[in-house]
């Protein structure tokens, strides 16, 4: 049972390029969350995911893209990366409503 | 808006000494209430949880929280603290516009030995 886990671990970008974070879950839960984390800024909500085939915009949404093909499977897309998203990512995911959410390892990305 | 508010940034305690994190909470009805923990590079591990019932609630790693709704507080404790406990710390509650956490700063907790 490997819980969260989080592909890749760190990357690096130069501005205007794309890339496709990955958020595995193997303990079938319903919904699963993006978020960044950036220094004194605590975690702040991206996207986040009710079901599969669900997704709403958190409280930072604008520069990403998610979809949740499969339930287990959860991807942020930086569609024209830029500095101001240099950050660790996190991926949650919860099993319903009202319960505690389990987090990934994180990505910490760096676009140049 | 709901929000969580940690008033301390930064902590130091010497190995040993008891600790308290301070967390307050804004939310009308009783709302539920997590601390997580985040070691360095790592993610963030589920410390403890309050949803209802004894206002006291025990927790990983020796770790307890107490609800009080009259403060609007959620404080983690610690009898005696070990080096291994230095992290940042971060308390959240549920019931953010999106049903999503609503987070804490943080409280970053130094150990001296």
């Known amino acids: 049972n490997a819980g969260v886990t989080q592909t890749p671990k760190f990357r690096v970008l130069k501005t205007g390029q794309s890339m496709t974070l990955l958020c595995a879950q193997d303990?079938?839960?319903?919904?699963m969350y993006w978020y960044r984390q950036d220094p004194g800024m605590g975690l702040r909500l991206i996207h986040y995911?009710?079901?599969?085939?669900?997704?709403a915009k958190g409280e930072v949404p604008d520069g990403y893209n998610v979809s949740r093909l499969k339930k287990q499977n959860f991807l942020l897309g930086l569609e024209s990366a830029a500095p101001s998203q240099t950050s660790v990512y996190f991926c949650a995911s919860q099993r319903g409503s009202a319960y505690e959410q389990y987090f990934g390892p994180g990505t910490r990305l760096t676009v140049t | 808006a709901q929000s969580v508010t940690q008033p301390d940034i930064h902590i130091t305690v010497s190995e040993g000494a008891s600790l308290e994190l301070r967390c307050n909470y804004s939310?009308?009805?009783?709302?539920?209430l997590f601390w997580y923990v985040q070691s360095p590079g790592q993610g963030l591990q589920l410390l403890l949880k309050?949803?209802?019932?004894?206002?006291l609630v025990q927790g990983i790693k020796g770790f307890e929280a107490e609800f009080k709704r009259s403060q609007s507080s959620f404080n983690l404790r610690k009898p005696s603290v070990h080096w291994s406990d230095a992290a940042e710390y971060f308390c959240?509650?549920?019931?953010?516009?999106?049903?999503?956490?609503?987070f804490g700063k943080g409280t970053k907790l130094s150990v001296k030995p």
């Open positions: 303990m079938n839960h319903e919904y």
């Open positions: 309050y949803f209802s019932g004894d206002t």
């Open positions: 939310y009308g009805a009783t709302p539920y």
């Open positions: 959240a509650s549920y019931g953010g516009s999106q049903g999503n956490l609503i």
């Open positions: 995911s009710v079901g599969e085939g669900t997704t």
